[in-house]
């Protein structure tokens, strides 16, 4: 039910990427990231609280609070938007094989294969993990301390963060966040008892505030004017498939074996920072 509310995420984006400029991308990417861990660590404190009471009350405040937000949409949301001028150049509809374009691109290639590797680990957070620290003793409450205890973190460091990567090659910071993802899943390897898999879950904060801001933007950076949603679609779906086969993948060799687990998903951690280094798009003007 979570990843279903990833629909709204590739929009966001690409309204971001038409409305702020070039140099501002990141650091207004950390600032919507900023509100989302906001209602996260809310979230993740009020619902250990209603999971050790009754999960429908749990799942009636998740839908209370949906539709909630559907509204204000619906009430608030500007009817008239003025993107900025490249983006007004997006064309009609374009021939299907004109859809295929980002594909032949070979930076984007590897952006998109890390896409899909990243996601597979980081989709452990939400998923394998919490049966991890299930099996090793741990609580719902405890669960959801630690995620919200993550989420204070990135509110406090993520934007600080962007600003002081704001410079340095996107693939370079891209590969330092999949670095952390590998490192995570090595200490969850390791780890004895549920306390101690706030190490890995520490790991995985750094991980999404140093990876998110540039990976949310590199696709209209690199896409040209008029084919940036497309480019930002593609890498949604290797977002979409890396949150669709990275839990049944993970929860297949959890229940076989957690060392083989989290060893396997510290290699494909691994993978994506080696395709991740040196990637240098060549960017267009946007």
């Known amino acids: 039910m979570e990843h279903s509310c990833e629909a709204q995420r590739p929009l966001a984006g690409m309204l971001i990427m038409d409305l702020v400029p070039r140099e501002q ?3 207004a990417i950390s600032i919507l990231r900023l509100a989302m861990n906001v209602g996260s660590m809310v979230s993740a404190s009020l619902g250990g609280l209603l999971a050790s ?22 009430i608030f949301f500007p009817r ?12 009609g509809p374009r021939p299907v094989l004109a859809l295929l374009v980002p594909l032949r691109d070979c930076a984007f290639r590897r952006i998109w294969l890390v896409s899909f590797c990243a996601t597979m680990v980081l989709s452990q957070q939400t998923t394998t993990f919490a049966v991890y620290l299930t099996r090793l003793g ?3 409450a405890l669960y959801c301390g630690l995620m919200a205890a993550g989420s204070l973190i990135v509110i406090l460091l993520e934007v600080p963060l962007t600003t002081f990567f704001q410079h340095v090659p996107v693939g370079r910071v891209i590969a330092l966040g999949s670095l952390l993802m590998a490192i995570a899943a ?8 549920p306390y101690w898999l ?6 995985i904060v750094f991980d999404s505030m140093i990876f998110s801001p540039p990976y949310d933007t590199i696709g209209a950076e690199i896409a040209p004017a008029e084919q940036r949603g497309t480019y930002m679609s593609f890498l949604w779906i290797a977002t979409g498939l890396g949150f669709a086969l990275g839990p049944a993948l993970g929860g297949m060799l959890l229940s076989y074996s957690p060392p083989l687990c989290w060893g396997i998903m510290g290699g494909i951690g691994l993978l994506a920072v080696v395709l991740a280094w040196n990637i240098e798009p060549a960017a267009h003007e946007a």
């Not at 009636?60 to 559907?70: E, Y």
């Not at 706030?198 to 790991?203: D, E, I, K, Q, S």
């Open 198 to 203: 706030a190490l890995p879950l520490l790991a």
């Open 186 to 193: 090595g200490i969850c390897s390791l780890v004895m008892g």
């Open 138 to 140: 741990g609580s719902p």
């Open 25 to 27: 991308r990141r650091p």
């Open 53 to 74: 009471v009754a999960f429908l009350t749990l799942f009636g405040a998740d839908t209370g609070t949906t539709l909630i937000f559907a509204l204000l949409m619906l």
């Open 80 to 91: 008239h938007i003025h993107p900025q001028p490249a983006a007004q150049m997006v064309q």
